[in-house]
């Protein structure tokens, strides 16, 4: 069969199950066993149970649940709660006011969390309910929200970076450092929309209490101090190279727990047991999405379809220019209806070959990679984020969608300001490691 048709019967297969509710794993699987049942002769079952094992006992992938676990505690604990009083006094002079907490939370939540969803969900639980009791704009709360909880994809150590590594065989701390830069300018730029939009608004944002001296924005800033100690002790112990990404994630959850017992001392029985079960779930859900796309991966690769898609893509002399627009709008269109880590383990596997052959740096294409799948965070009608937010507010997701589009443009600008300076994502690994 010729490779276009093999590529379209696969893709209606996988999104007429997705459409019917079966589980992404399932669904990844079972396209896998119908690729390799019309167009392989190799023993599926044989295929399946090997792969299934490999692709979930790799060393690599240990990191995952100890950060997802060091993510949860800070959910369950008042650790992230304290990041609004230490951060509202900093804000509190600059156009947009305190609606500047949710971008400057999410980012230092993302740096000890790497979940966009844990990331929205902590940081608005804590600052949605005090922005609409000041009476800030609750269109620009929520989409700001939305917006900077994405930045829990980018900003290492970030979960989808680990499922990469893993997947692409590229070096997971590299990926970690450079999503730094990247990470912290997509930061920055939520917070200049934020501050143009109050100027262009003055009526929206409602006047300071009063004025706030640097006397106590320095004593505000100890609620602070703990989690960014966290951050620094994980990653710097990776950059360092003291340790690797799994103990780095064995530090983190270490610090979590000292931190939370011992300083904000909210650990109670209950917070743990919380934080083992929220762990427990989503490092399972990872986990079998992993395994489905590993056996997809290779199903595909019986079939010869990667190679057919690297040869049909090389045919068309695309520039590498070229190749990463057609990539972005693929992504942006599988990131309605799949969330960021699905479309990662879907496609880098079978985008490797031809990404390889154009030449493109693997570290950066890691990082636009995890950039384009921030945006099915916001994006309709299966945005991650957009469910958090319709929880916290009620409001329907057509309505928070709307919220977060200009931070879905922001997000489409910082992919083109990438693909134009590409040493946003590898001057800093090559000059670290």
Known sequence: ???????????????????????????????????????????????????????????TLTAL?????????LFHTRLADNLFRGLAPWVNSLPGRLMHVNVYACAIFAAVSGSSPATCATIGRMTYP????????????????????TLGLLIPPSIILIVYGVAAEVSIPKLFIG???????????????????????????????????????????????????????????????????????VLGVTGALVLSFFVSRTLTWEAFRASVVGAYRMSCMVGLIIAGAAFLTVAIAFTGLPKLLAVWVIGLGLSPFALIGVLTVIYIIMGCFMDGISIVVLTASVFMPTIRETGIDLVWFGVFLVLVSEMS??????????????????????????????FFIMMMVMVAILALFPSLATWLPKRVM
Do not use: H
């Not at 119908?34 to 167009?39: E, G, N, P, T, V």
């Not at 649940?65 to 505690?73: R, S, V, Y």
């Open 130 to 149: 005090e922005l609409k009791r000041r009476g800030y704009d609750e269109r620009m709360s929520l989409g700001s929200l939305a917006g900077s909880g």
């Open 179 to 249: 999503g730094i830069l990247p990470g912290g300018l997509l930061a920055l730029m939520f917070s200049g929309y934020i501050a143009s939009w109050a100027l262009l608004n003055p009526d929206k944002t409602p006047p300071a209490e009063r004025e706030v001296t640097w006397l106590e924005r320095i004593a505000a800033a100890r609620y602070v101090l703990p989690v960014v100690l966290l951050m620094i002790a994980v990653l710097g112990s990776i950059y360092g190279g003291v340790a690797t990404a799994t103990e780095a994630a």
């Open 1 to 59: 069969m010729d490779g276009s048709w093999m590529a379209v019967l696969l893709l209606v297969a996988l999104f007429g199950l997705l459409s019917v509710g079966i589980w992404v794993s399932v669904s990844l699987m079972g396209v896998g066993m119908l690729a390799m049942a019309l167009f392989s002769n190799s023993p599926v079952g044989k295929v399946l149970a090997t792969t299934v094992w490999g692709g979930s006992t790799s060393w």
């Open 377 to 406: 965070c916001v994006t309709p009608p299966v945005g991650l984020n957009l469910f958090v937010i319709q929880g916290l507010s009620d409001r329907p997701i057509g309505w928070t969608g709307r919220a977060a589009m200009p």
């Open 65 to 73: 649940p100890m950060f997802i676990w060091m993510g949860e505690l």
